[in-house]
């Protein structure tokens, strides 16, 4: 069966020829290809069988669009790139392992592609640039006007931090519900392409599920290697060293981008002082296409760069071949307004008893009928759990630091080694797993960070902080407070943990977006609740609000949604 968007490229290619652009791949080195978009008039026309090669160095002002993770250069920047070539010489990378560039280095780092970057660059004549960096585009950005200072004069923005932390990691994938970056921006199934795209944008998005499939297909190749880039992105520490930027730097956000808040935008500008500038884009999400109209874009580049570039571009200078929808600009305020991070459910009463038996659980769906009628017919319509499952303490939560970051496939196939190194399941404990060393562990595949994070978790409790019988005597706010000072473990792993392995029946996993989700649609909400408006809402679910979450989760399931 024909893949329709594969059948689409070349009709794209042609409208990004038309538009100003063309393909052309600089050979960096042996062994190091990377693929740009060039302006037209930078390449002779090749004799027939030839390929074109550099003839002149750009003659305007050079705008460098760099693409996020989900998508090469060009799919992410055809909504722009026809807007901005009449004024701008505009390049558009294909980043290593995206589009037609590849490495055969080992090193995964944004570093390594910033160099490759600018390498390119130099080759195609580019000495100055403003650089607009999108998502994991942005994190190669920041590294480009780091490393470059000469060459990088300003720099955009949007969806994008200066580096990737443990802790932003761990807290972003668990306020969405995510088991590793690698499940949310590499799926491998329509379900997971959907929620993909019901987090980046604002506005839902349909699409027929034969071209999702024929998207998976074409555009999420390089499995391997992208995970690694993944991989390459945390770096273990809590508080990286904020460079000095010389240059401008416009944070450009969406103002309901889920991954990256505005806080953290907020703070960010903070910490990148003067030369930094925000905006918020009113009524968008994270992906590229709620930006406003290339002209908005360019305009601001231009007073904030303080660069000799025109001002602003004229509306006919707007190609007549891709339409443009024009978006509001929200200026927000520059403080930020963040809250503590708070326990989702409080202490059990005594008498309450695990969910360990299929009484208990039909005491739950009794309780949840009279006290919500929207769950009724939630009830009505999926199987009650059957159990929730259990296991050791330590066992478990070793199997959570192992499985983060990573696909299910390949989290499953590092675990069975993890456990045949171990010597079995019943030797999963603090003594054994302290006596591996970081080594040992990568020859199965666990990171030097997750290596990291399981040495933490036994030295707690070889030290008495934690064992497995304190765990299960504790109360769920103090299990929140002991278990997030192990490395790698945050708020959101804990919940679930309450929830599947420890069978607490009253924990409402207030960051999880597929619960948000749930009580959003349950409720007709127009937009996702915030934590507080979760424990409103949901207060009338007490003693069992870990059943009523997870029906969220099945009425999710059912949407497609997760």
Request: a positive charge.
């Amino acid at each position: 069966m024909v893949n329709l968007v594969a059948l689409q490229r070349p009709l794209l290619h042609g409208l990004m020829k038309m538009a100003g652009v063309r393909p052309y791949t600089v050979e960096l080195e042996p062994g190091t290809a990377m693929n740009f978009w060039v302006p037209n008039e930078t390449l002779d026309k090749p004799k027939k069988g030839q390929k074109p090669t550099v003839k002149a160095s750009p003659t305007k002002p050079v705008v460098v669009l760099v693409h996020g993770f989900a998508a090469e250069g060009i799919v992410t920047w055809q909504f722009q790139i026809g807007a901005l070539s009449k004024k701008y010489s505009v390049y558009v990378p294909d980043l290593l392992f995206f589009g037609g560039s590849a490495t055969d280095k080992a090193d995964r780092s944004p570093t390594l592609q910033a160099e490759c970057l600018a390498a390119g660059l130099r080759k195609l004549g580019v000495e100055r640039c403003t650089v607009v960096g999108f998502s994991y585009g942005g994190m190669v950005g920041f590294k480009l006007a780091e490393l470059y200072p000469d060459m990088v004069r300003a720099l955009v923005v949007s969806g994008s931090i200066l580096a990737m932390t443990c802790s932003v990691s761990d807290e972003t994938m668990e306020r969405l519900g995510c088991g590793s970056s690698s499940e949310l921006l590499l799926p491998s199934s329509v379900k997971g392409l959907k929620t993909l795209l019901s987090i980046a944008a604002h506005k839902k998005l349909y699409f027929p599920d034969r071209l999702h499939k024929d998207f998976l297909e074409v555009m999420f190749t390089n499995r391997k290697e992208r995970e690694e880039l993944l991989e390459g992105l945390v770096i273990d520490t809590k508080d990286p060293t904020i460079p000095k930027f010389p240059q401008r730097i416009h944070l450009l956000w969406g103002e309901n981008d889920q991954i990256f808040q505005q806080e953290l935008a907020h703070n960010m500008k903070e910490q990148l002082g003067e030369n930094a500038t925000f905006e918020g884009i009113k009524k968008a999400g994270r992906a590229n296409t709620d930006w406003p109209p290339p002209t908005i874009i360019a305009t601001i580049m231009a007073k904030r760069s303080k660069a000799q570039i025109p001002t602003e571009i004229s509306p006919n200078s707007i190609s007549p071949k891709i339409r443009f929808r024009p978006r509001k600009i929200l200026k927000l305020s520059n403080t930020p307004t963040t809250k503590p991070l708070t326990s989702s459910s409080s202490a059990l009463p005594k008498t309450l008893n695990p969910l360990t038996f299929k009484s208990e659980i039909n005491l739950a769906l009794q309780h949840l009928r009279s006290s919500d009628p929207n769950l009724t017919a939630l009830i009505d319509s999926y199987s009650p759990p059957s159990s929730f499952d259990s296991g050791r303490p330590f066992l478990s939560l070793a199997r959570s630091i192992l499985y983060q970051q990573l696909a299910t496939k390949a989290a499953q196939s590092i675990y069975t080694r993890f456990i045949s190194l171990c010597g079995g399941e019943e030797s999963v404990v603090a003594d054994v797993v302290a006596s591996l060393s970081a080594q040992q562990l990568r020859n199965i595949g666990v990171s030097g960070r997750k290596a990291s994070y399981l040495h933490d978790l036994a030295e707690k409790y070889s030290d008495g902080t934690l064992s497995d019988s304190s765990i299960l005597e504790m109360d769920d706010e103090a299990l929140v407070t002991m278990l997030t000072v192990v490395k790698g473990i945050g708020a959101w792993s804990v919940h679930m943990f309450m929830i599947f392995s420890l069978r607490r029946p009253d924990v409402l996993p207030v960051g999880d977006l597929g619960v948000r989700k749930g009580v959003q649609l349950l409720y007709g909400l127009k937009d996702l609740p915030k934590p507080l408006e979760m424990e409103q809402l949901c207060e009338k679910w007490r003693p069992y609000r870990s059943v009523g979450s997870w029906y969220m989760w099945r009425y999710m399931e059912a949407k497609g949604v997760l």
